[in-house]
Nanobody, 124 residues
């Protein structure tokens, strides 16, 4: 599975950005977004099962971010609203061929495919 993330950029606090991740290759069971700020560990952001409607969000983004997918286009999206300076990070999309259960969705170790990151910068 090859992943290509895009859509990052610079915005002011309170603004919005939409990230997208194009997938190619074998079918996936789940996909997610993770982020890593300078000097910090990788952090789970949001994930979904490719089939069905199961989604999961980190507490820090719930209510502001929405993860979705377009199966026909093999695209994963992350709509980010009400952005805060602390959302500044490199965002990565990840995929797994496994059908993860709900508790597994936030664990980056359960994803075997990773795209290159896209930088999101939120100014105050």
């Amino acid at each position: 599975v090859q992943l290509q993330a895009s859509g990052g950029g610079l915005t002011q606090a309170g603004g919005s950005l939409r990230l997208q991740c194009a997938t190619s290759g074998r079918a996936v069971g789940a996909m997610g977004w993770f982020r890593q700020a300078p000097g910090k560990d990788r952090q789970f952001v949001a994930a979904l099962r490719w089939s069905g409607s199961t989604t999961r969000y980190s507490d820090s983004v719930r209510g502001r971010f929405t993860v979705s997918r377009d199966s026909a286009k093999n695209m994963l999206y992350l709509q980010m609203n009400s952005l805060k300076p602390e959302d500044t990070a490199v965002y990565f999309c990840a995929a797994t061929s496994s059908r993860l259960i709900f508790s597994q969705l936030p664990d980056g170790d359960d994803y075997e495919y990773w795209g290159q990151g896209t930088l999101v910068t939120v100014s105050s």
